[in-house]
């Protein structure tokens, strides 16, 4: 007998036993500890007011920063979320930018042809009905020109 899984054929030596795979319900429980957090950090456009080395510095310490806050936040999802898994492997994009780019962005995107602080581009969660071992978190835009004239402005 043949029974068709995943659009591959089985041939079946007993097709009056039901199958069972050992492998079928047991997910591997990661924690927060065991989460590893990978940020791809880059640059886009050329900042006004800081050089490429204070730039590329800056990145370094955003990206130890976000290595730090990413366990965190999901800990704190998987206390108001009981059923979320924790992934082993979490990965957030991180971009530095001038107001140009982020302007076009959030043109593109949010429909408002003006420079704003920070973009965020959430990738949702979905339901496949098994934990993945990779989340990818999404995109962080930062403008530094827009972030320097807010500092400058609040002293």
């Known amino acids: 007998s043949m029974i068709a899984m995943a659009g591959l054929p089985f041939y079946l030596s007993r097709p009056h036993k039901r199958l069972k795979f050992k492998w ?17 950090a880059l640059s886009e456009g050329k900042p006004k007011h800081m050089t490429a080395a204070a730039v590329d510095k800056l990145l370094e310490q955003l990206q ?3 290595e730090e806050a990413v366990p965190l936040a999901l800990s704190a999802k998987q206390q108001v979320q009981p059923q979320y898994y924790m992934p082993a492997i979490a ?8 107001d140009a780019h982020i302007q076009q962005l959030n043109k593109e995107h949010r429909g ?10 959430e990738i ?6 098994i934990p993945l071992p ?4 999404g995109d962080l835009v ?3 020109d827009t972030a320097q004239r ?3 402005e609040r002293g």
């Open 24 to 40: 079928g319900r047991r997910y591997t429980q990661y924690s927060a500890a065991d989460l590893q957090v990978e940020v791809d």
């Open 64 to 66: 130890q920063d976000a």
């Open 91 to 98: 990965n957030l994009s991180l971009v530095l930018c001038d």
């Open 112 to 121: 408002k042809d003006a420079p704003t602080d920070v973009l965020s581009f």
């Open 124 to 129: 949702p969660d979905e339901d496949v009905g």
């Open 134 to 137: 990779v989340k990818l978190l």
């Open 142 to 144: 930062i403008s530094l």
């Open 150 to 152: 807010q500092a400058d």
